[in-house]
């Protein structure tokens, strides 16, 4: 089973810029579809970014633009640099795979199966 490992939460004013990172280990199969999912308080999860092995990317329309997911396949890391961060981006962040759905640019982001045990991201005003 494919264990995920986040880090690089924090706290940060309005405006400023965080990079999160998840290991994928122990493997990364061939044909993976990753990606970010976040929770606020008293709010459902909700999918931030996807990205499959055939490069496909999609964001949920509230990051756009701000937001930058990628994968090392050679470290087996993925990431999520988020810039220009809002106090509504406030939640936890969970790295999340097995994508229920397609990857589509024009579409948010598909439900995941699994998740990491996630890490705080908190925005100042």
């Known amino acids: 089973q494919v264990q995920l490992v986040e880090s690089g939460g924090g706290s940060v004013e309005d405006g400023g810029s965080l990079r999160l990172s998840c290991a994928l280990t122990?493997?990364?199969?061939?044909?993976?579809?990753f990606g970010w999912a976040r929770q606020a308080p008293g709010k459902g999860r909700e999918g931030v970014a996807a990205?499959?092995?055939?490069?496909?990317?999609s964001y949920v329309d509230s990051v756009k633009g701000r937001f930058t997911i990628s994968i090392d396949n050679v470290k087996k890391i993925l990431y999520l640099q988020m810039n220009s961060l809002k106090p509504e981006d406030t939640a936890m962040y969970y790295c999340?795979?097995?994508?229920?759905?397609?990857?589509?640019?024009?579409?948010?982001?598909?439900?995941?199966?699994?998740w990491g045990q996630g890490t705080q991201v908190t925005v100042s005003s």
């Open positions: 122990p493997y990364m199969i061939n044909t993976y579809c």
């Open positions: 990205i499959d092995s055939e490069g496909m990317i």
């Open positions: 999340a795979g097995a994508c229920r759905g397609p990857v589509r640019s024009d579409s948010e982001p598909p439900d995941f199966g699994f």
